[in-house]
Each structure stands twice: as C-alpha cells, then as structure tokens.
C-alpha cells in the first residue's frame, strides 16, 4: 500500500497553466504504475493520464491529449501534472492513484490520495 497526497491545484483563468504534484510515501514508489483522474460534481471520476513505472509509456485521455503531460521523479517518490490551455470544462477534483499497470481503467488502482481541487474560470 502506497498514501498519496496532491497538491498544486486551485484557481485559474481559462488559458492558464497549473502543475499538479502527487507526492507518495513507502520505498515502493517506483514500482508503481501511476495516474490522474478527476471528478466534476455531479460527474463520474473520468481518466485524465497515466505513466508506467518507469516513465517510458504514457497515456491520456482524448480531452486532455495535447494540453497536459504526465511525468514523474522515482528518485522523489512524486509524479506531476503539467495541465496547460486549461477551459472551465476542466474544473473538477483531481487524484492521483497508484497500480500495477498503466491503465483508464479506475478498477486497475489500488491507493488513492484525497484529491486537490481545479477550478478554470472564463
């Protein structure tokens, strides 16, 4: 089992850039494979990114292709969400969660942080 805490997240113009940090305890971090998700209210947790252990496949979802970048730091047992040209649309909690595969699917995640909010005003 891996605690993940978020940070990074808050309040933005449309067009505006954050970097989310995910940030895990425990020596296995770098066994791990890693991912983003987040929750507008009212709203399914949808998939925004995932890495693997190693850094070297990623993954995203359709809406944040292009604008976000995924990555992470084994030696600092953190891995980041670069979120640029950031709409309305993606105001929502975010939350990182911890697997053993990269995958969009929220059932591969064992260990999930708290969350850290977004929020895009226009």
């Known amino acids: 089992q891996v605690r993940l805490v978020e940070s990074g997240g808050g309040l933005v113009q449309a067009g505006g850039s954050l970097r989310l940090s995910c940030s895990a305890s425990?020596?296995?971090?770098?066994?791990?494979?890693m991912g983003w998700f987040r929750q507008a209210p009212g709203k399914e947790r949808e998939f925004v990114a995932a890495?693997?252990?190693?850094?070297?496949?990623?993954y995203y979802a359709d809406s944040a292709q292009g604008r976000f970048a995924i990555s992470r730091d084994n030696a600092k047992n953190t891995v980041y969400l670069q979120m640029n040209s950031l709409q309305p649309e993606d105001t929502a909690v975010y939350y990182c969660?911890?697997?053993?595969?990269?995958?969009?699917?929220?059932?591969?995640?064992?260990?999930w942080g708290q969350g850290t909010q977004v929020t895009v005003s226009s």
């Open positions: 969660a911890a697997g053993r595969v990269a995958s969009a699917a929220k059932g591969e995640y064992n260990d």
């Open positions: 425990g020596r296995t971090f770098s066994t791990y494979a």
């Open positions: 890495i693997d252990w190693n850094g070297l496949i990623t």
